[in-house]
């Protein structure tokens, strides 16, 4: 039967909360995985703790730019083979800067062979996952960077 009077019609009083927002739990069951698999995986042999935790940085952490040291050929943290069986990647974990002096430290892999140890590097960085990274001249670093570097060292 219709309502005579709907201008008059009572607020639903039973209802005590909000409705949840659907994106919001996919985002949630998204990203509880990711992060279970991240502290699972990251004292993981094989790379596959690295893997993950850059896969969950790429996804989830914005980009910014980071400038170290390049870090000595033996100072690495992690070594596996790469895919091809021919050659191994090593992981190394470096100290470095944003350009506004803020520290970061970022995880590389260098594949198929060790750092040289010599110079500095510019780093793509997601999070704590550097993304790219290359060789730069000591006159392309920031101040800011620099001084924070040798403050920390």
Partial sequence: MPNPAPARAMPNLTRTHAVPCPARFRAVALLLPTLLACTLLSGCGGGWGVAVSSLFDRVFMPQETVWAASP????????YADATGAGTNYVYRVQGATADGSPVEVTLISYGGKTSGEGWLQIAAHGGSGVRYHSIDATEVPEAALDALEASS
């Fill in 72 to 79: 000595e050929p033996d100072a690495f943290t992690e070594s």
